[in-house]
């Protein structure tokens, strides 16, 4: 089955505990994207890439880490995680061109105490 | 600045009834045009896509969408809402040719009455 997998789907921290949220996808898709979802302000882009070994800064990307080692893996990094950080993270991926549509993960809620 | 626009935070619906869930965007061309749905605790899946073409657009669970290109619009619609319907709706498009700059509007929650 064609999907893009988050991993954990949970996960509560303290500030400053360094985190990574995994994700993967098998569609062999070159592009892959990071979002936040907080109430009020829908979906914002943190970071996103083309291909492997190219990434790029999204709307929101202060505070994140990516990197894109293989085509299907596209880890999210917080360093030092803040309590504003606190969201609803989604992983997604495409075909490069636009008119393909997107898939998304099932989200990561993560909490930072 | 490019933007999309869902002008109703919220839309109450009878089971049974029709629904149009209303979308503008602001961009110079024609942007590719996307509607997505939200259920509580999901991710978010793709109900139709418009690119090109036909500007009346048939998506997955009976809905709709017609681009409107002289009102900048992308409208959804279901001539009869079900239960199941009841998510949070998001218009969504993609401004560059790579698909990198997708941008979504704030969304709409649908809620069903019986």
């Known amino acids: 089955e064609a999907q893009v997998t988050q991993n954990p789907r949970y996960l509560i921290t303290v500030t400053g505990k360094k985190l990574t949220v995994t994700c993967s996808q098998n569609?062999?898709?070159?592009?892959m994207s990071w979002y936040r979802q907080d109430p009020g302000l829908g979906l914002r882009q943190i970071y996103y890439?083309?291909?492997?070994?190219?990434?790029d800064k999204g709307d929101v990307p202060e505070g994140y880490k990516v990197s894109r080692k293989e085509k299907r893996n596209f880890p999210l990094i917080l360093e030092s995680p803040s309590p504003n950080q606190t969201s609803l993270y989604f992983c997604?991926?495409?075909?490069?061109?636009?008119?393909?549509?997107?898939?998304f993960g099932s989200g990561t809620r993560l909490t930072v105490v | 600045a490019q933007s999309v626009t869902q002008p109703d935070i919220h839309i109450t619906v009878s089971e049974g009834a029709s629904l149009e869930l209303r979308c503008n965007y602001s961009?110079?061309?024609?942007?590719?045009l996307f509607w997505y749905v939200q259920s509580p605790g999901q991710g978010l899946q793709l109900l139709l896509k418009?690119?090109?073409?036909?500007?009346l657009v048939q998506g997955i669970k009976g809905f709709e969408a017609e681009f409107k290109r002289s009102q900048s619009s992308f409208n959804l619609r279901k001539p009869s809402v079900h239960w199941s319907d009841a998510a949070e709706y998001f218009c969504?498009?993609?401004?560059?040719?790579?698909?990198?700059?997708?941008?979504f509007g704030k969304g709409t929650t649908l809620s069903v009455s019986s």
């Open positions: 997604a991926s495409s075909a490069l061109g636009g008119n393909y549509g997107y898939t």
């Open positions: 569609m062999n898709h070159e592009y």
């Open positions: 890439s083309m291909n492997v070994e190219v990434t």
């Open positions: 961009y110079g061309a024609t942007p590719y």
């Open positions: 418009y690119f090109s073409g036909d500007t």
């Open positions: 969504a498009v993609v401004i560059n040719q790579a698909g990198t700059a997708l941008i």
